[in-house]
């Protein structure tokens, strides 16, 4: 019989005041049921909506009058707005596309830099009921247009330079486009509307329509890391895992500051800089700026951050201009950094601590699951490399492989691995609130996502006796050679073990002998000439420490393909490698 929920233990005051730890408190009879029912508040009449809860739910009450946002523009000059200011302006917004015969369910894009306009139409789109998508504002035209068209998009809010530059070009190809709306107090562009003058003429006051729990919210595209992105579609109720992983894996308090560098036109970006904190009623850091890593250190300083979460090539970056930078800033503010997005080095971890003096958590998830599945957790034993344990209510195992990498069914039934050690495909059970509904007009696609009960992630990892994950790579990036299996991911952490490496992807090339050998392409620190000696010393380096599963031939390459989410796109690398064909390129990052 499961024990009663203690509603004792119900908020993180009463946990630290019960002298719990957060992990042990995570596994204190958590279900999605009481999550939704003790965290999140419901529409008065019933149901739930994601714009409710991270607006509607703190206006009556002292935090009204917290701020919200900080966002920081490219010049660094800070624009406040509290919850109560988010409330009208959201209202407004969603008064508007009710005046542009916006129904609910429709999708409305925004193609918008980080900053208060973004905040105001997303969360006004949700408080509305229409369907939000953010886009990443580095996209080409092309990209843009093929997600607009892709998604069904009915509204789009912009800015006059990206309107010009990304979708005045294809505007007459996204025929079902009706209103395209343009920030600024400028004389809006031909065929567009202008925001401002349209927020000034509608009125404030909004009240959140009844919202099914099961009620389309949000379209998120993938990063595009494997192949063509998929439009994951979720759902209003997911704010009941952004509520709950923040506090978990984040271990979010409404007093902390929190800053999340991802762009909303990533999922990371809109759960945990959007969703999440904004339901826990905190204050959010929004820096509009790209990577820098004196703005970012700047940042984190001057804002007093309590918790940063960011990405691994970040972190690396951070890396690469060395400790003392680091050891120049005030960081005493930061309780610890999280990590997501793609493998996090040991390496980065143990630099983490001695130069940041701070922990770094990483932790795993998807598009598709819609928030994070499985993290390090404060007060918890860090095992760098690892991605740490699942979170309470989701249930994760490894599946047994067949030969193409992926699981095996048989008889329309999978194995699941219970040895420590073995690689398998890491599944979940189906049944939190945040994964995805379908990957839109794509249900073939959707429906290879299942077998026999459990959603399969497409990745690879191993789990250790006391149930910490460890990534091994995604089922398509995997290398067999000789008869081994080899994890690009533990190949590119021992090249960056070395003093001289920045980073470094990692590919199997086919071979007649072994059926493919590791070949590693490395970008070295600042600084380090390249050299023949160099290259037959890394060689030998990783061949002392990983034997037959060495890289048997290494280049320099000062440009590794990323996505750009900031992944390294090691299927670009290897379609490079062998003259095929590159395939969709629309996330790819241009320079770097
Ligand atoms: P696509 O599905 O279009 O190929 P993508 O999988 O990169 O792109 P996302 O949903 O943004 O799109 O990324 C999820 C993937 O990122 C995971 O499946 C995993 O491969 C990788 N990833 C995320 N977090 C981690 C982590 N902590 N460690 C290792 N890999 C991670
Ligand atoms: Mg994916």
Known sequence: MSSPWKPVLKTP???????????AWARHDFTWEHARRDWLHGLPGGGLNIGYETVDRHLGTEHRYKTALRC???????TELTYAELGRSTGRFANLLGRLGV???????????????????????????????PLFPAFGPEPVRERIDRGDGVVLVTTPELYAAKVA???DRLPGLRHVLVTGDDRPPAGTLSLGAMLAGADERWVVGATDPGEMALLHFTSGTTGRP??????????????ATALYALDLHPDDVFWCTADPGWVTGTSYSIVAPLAHGLTVVVDAGEFDAQRWYRTLEQERVTVWYTAPTALRMLMRHGTTLARGHDLSALRF???????LNPEVVVWGQQALGRPVHDNWWQTETGAIMISNFAGLEIRPGSMGRPLPGVEVALLDRGEDGRARLTDGHVGVIAEPGAVGELALRPGWPSMFRGYLHEPERYARCFADGWYLSGDLARQDADGYFWFVGRGDDVIKSAGHLIGPFEVENVLMEHPTVAEAGVIGRPDPVAGEVV???????????????????LLGFARRRLGGLAPKEIVFDDHLPHTRSGKVMRRLL???????PEGDLSTLESTR
Request: aromatic content about 6%.
């Open 13 to 23: 005051a009463e946990r630290a005041r019960a002298n719990l730890s957060l992990y």
């Open 72 to 78: 920081l523009d490219r010049r660094g000059v800070t």
């Open 103 to 133: 129904r609910r369910g429709d999708r409305v894009f925004l193609l918008l830099p980080r900053g208060p306009d973004l905040y105001v139409a997303a969360l006004g789109t949700l408080r509305f009921g229409a369907v939000l998508s």
């Open 169 to 171: 070009p294809v505007r």
């Open 230 to 243: 998929k439009g994951a579609v979720h759902v209003h109720e997911a704010v009941v895992a952004h509520y």
């Open 337 to 343: 950094v999280a990590s997501v997005g793609e493998p």
């Open 519 to 537: 070949k590693a392409f490395v970008t070295l620190r600042p600084g380090v000439e390249r050299s023949d000696d160099l290259r037959l010393e």
């Open 574 to 580: 290897r379609a490079r490698e062998l003259g095929l």
